[in-house]
């Protein structure tokens, strides 16, 4: 079973879909005979909310990076479509793929990934300084306030406790003002306080910015702070839960099995 929640496009007056990325019969899988044939995804449809917050949960084995890795157009797909706003990720050559990534994805990962020897506002302004690009100076300055880091700018890496590296991070992957964020484990290397902290800002993000975020995780606490949750098992989702709760998403997940399988 596969599940879509479609969401119509904007009229014909040049507004912007309501979907910031979607997928359509998408698989995944690895292995070059049939006894090695492993299917990561399974014919999966989703679409992304713009402005939304989505989490993607599951089990191990169950899909969840290798479907944000191809919507991220990190991962190539076996079969079927991905779009990123209204390009086709899935037929792009490797330049134009990395030059789309570049231009309109942000990512965060659960190794903060910062430069040592760069300050805070170096870091975060780095991927636009490579690519030539001068940031926007009142984004700037909203993201800054969003993340908490006004006062922290000109500290380097060993400077900051976890959390506010991770706040770098987070204001990195919104500076640019990408089409999509997105996040693995973004609180995996925290501790409870300031995973709750970076999950305030990315909310924040999306209430305030009008960002739209897609994280895999999975803490069902992290998971609440979410407009929408997805959970896949054996590459397929089998369920999309909207306005979910720490309570709701656990008693979701205990209908997983030890082996990934829903009971």
Known sequence: MTTAVTIPKSGGSGERSAVAARARQVTKSYGT?????????????????????????????????????????????????IWVGDTEITKLKDKKLTQLRRDQIGFIFQAF????????L???????????????RE????????????????????????????????????????????????TGNLDS???????????????????????VTHDPVAASYADRVIYLADGRIVDDMAN?????????MKSFDARGRVS
Do not use: Y
């Open 244 to 252: 979910p709760t720490a309570d709701s998403v656990l008693e979701r």
């Open 113 to 120: 990934n910062l430069l040592p020897t760069l300050n805070a």
């Open 139 to 186: 984004w700037l300055d909203r993201v800054i306030e969003t993340v908490g880091l006004a006062g922290r700018l000109k500290h380097r890496p060993n400077q900051l406790s976890g959390g506010q590296q991770q706040r770098v991070a987070v204001a990195r992957a919104l500076a640019a003002r990408p089409e999509i964020i997105f996040g693995d484990e973004p």
């Open 33 to 81: 005979t049939e006894d090695t044939r492993v299917v990561a995804l399974d014919a999966v449809d989703v679409d992304i909310a713009r402005s939304g917050f989505t989490a993607i949960m599951g089990p191990s084995g169950s899909g969840k990076s290798t479907l944000m890795h191809c919507l991220a157009g990190l991962d190539s797909v076996t079969s079927g479509q």
């Open 193 to 215: 306080r300031a995973g709750a902290e970076v999950l305030g800002f990315l909310r924040r993000s999306v209430d305030e910015l009008g960002q739209t975020i897609v994280i």
């Open 122 to 136: 170096e870091n975060i302004t780095l991927p636009m300084d490579i690519a030539g690009r001068k940031p926007d």
